[in-house]
């Protein structure tokens, strides 16, 4: 297992790399060029700029989360050859400098959804919130607008060169159907896995968050038989998953710990985080503590550990504590996630220790 920390870049994240350094464990950043719209090749001179930067703190840049997809892939039209063609010639720079591992997601229009990105906590936190029945009355683009207030910083999936023409993409996914969608990945599947094999890049897809429709769009990346099916659309090492706990977390029928169980070795990212879901389906983020949220966050680091599990690792979101949610990104403090790491390599530890029978 090698443990990671999410880092927005250089001048775009308050959390610097020497905060990062100081965390116990963490050899790697994960990180992207998040300023490049998707679609778009990424500059060398920008990938090898983030890889000094990196080397200055003795971090890997094995894992980048996010090479985003151009909506017109998923949507399937003709134009999406040339963002296709262009997302091949970013594996191939990623892999000049050491990248092993691609996170993506192919959600149509959103990534992560939440109704209120600082609800209240009886503690005095605050974390990232969903709250189902809101979802079902709100117009998308007031819910835009409501979370754009909030926040001074761009999150990805909500760039606002996307959300202009929020919409015309509506328009454009009108009568699209989870069939639709499913085809259109396994076209792109069919185009990259070769080339992330020839480049020896891990592509890893990112569940959807959440694990079910929203807005009428489709969402297919969301349970164990649907993670199957992902498998098979190109059946290589290549093709693989991020598999993220609180995202499929956020339905209780699906059971995290079986799922890494089954397909360990086609899990090349994982990413950790609990959520507690609610009787009504509303959920909120907690801290990484299994007792704290409706995942067995202990169950899902045996999983990971009985298989031997040498991927890449990282806390996901965590919650905002001691004030700092007037700086940081939301979910991605500095403090619920370190906790969070030191919670995970806690349980990795005393697990290793189990095997070597030193306790
Ligand atoms: C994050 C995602 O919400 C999450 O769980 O990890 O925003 C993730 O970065 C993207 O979906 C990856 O493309
Ligand atoms: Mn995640």
């Known amino acids: ?170 328009k454009a996914y009108e009568g699209f159907t989870a069939e639709n969608l499913w085809a259109n990945l396994k076209y792109f599947l069919e185009e990259i896995i070769p080339v992330a094999e020839k480049f020896d890049i891990k592509m890893a897809i990112h569940p959807d968050d959440p694990a079910f429709p929203i807005f009428g769009l489709p969402r297919i990346i969301i349970n164990r038989e649907n993670i199957k099916r992902f498998l098979n659309l190109v059946d290589s090492p290549y093709n693989g998953l991020t598999l993220c706990s609180g995202s499929l977390g956020s339905v209780l029928s699906n059971d995290i710990p079986s799922i890494i169980r089954e397909f360990h070795d086609r899990i090349h990212f994982a990413h950790i985080r609990n959520v507690k879901v609610y009787e009504n389906g509303d959920f909120i983020e907690t801290s990484h503590r299994a007792c704290d949220g409706s995942v067995d966050i202990v169950d899902v680091m045996k999983a990971y550990h009985e298989n031997g599990f040498a991927g890449y690792i990282r806390p996901d979101h965590g919650r905002h504590l001691w004030g700092e949610e007037k700086t940081c990104r939301p979910g991605y403090g500095l403090y619920d996630r370190a906790l969070g790491i030191m919670y995970l390599l806690g349980i990795w530890d005393t697990l290793e220790s189990q095997k070597t029978n030193k306790i």
């Open 1 to 170: 297992m090698k443990m990671t920390f999410r880092w927005y870049g250089l001048g775009n994240d308050d959390i610097t790399l020497d905060k990062i350094k100081q965390i116990p464990g963490v050899d790697g950043v994960v990180w992207a060029l998040h300023d490049i719209p998707a679609g778009v090749e990424w500059p060398m001179e920008r990938i090898e700029e983030v890889k000094a930067q990196a080397d200055e703190f003795g971090f890997n840049i094995d894992v980048v989360e996010s090479v985003n997809v151009h909506e017109d892939i998923k949507l399937g039209l003709k134009s999406r050859d040339k963002y296709i063609e262009n997302y091949k010639k970013t594996i191939e720079k990623l892999s000049k400098v050491g990248v092993k591992v691609i996170c993506y997601n192919f959600m149509p229009v959103f990534d992560w959804t939440r109704t209120d990105l600082y609800k209240n906590i009886s503690d005095g936190s605050n974390a990232l919130f969903f709250e189902k029945s809101k979802i079902s009355d709100i117009d998308p683009k007031e819910l835009i607008r409501k979370l754009a207030k909030d926040v001074t910083v761009t999150m990805p999936g909500w760039e606002p060169e996307r959300l202009e023409r929020i919409e015309e993409l509506f």
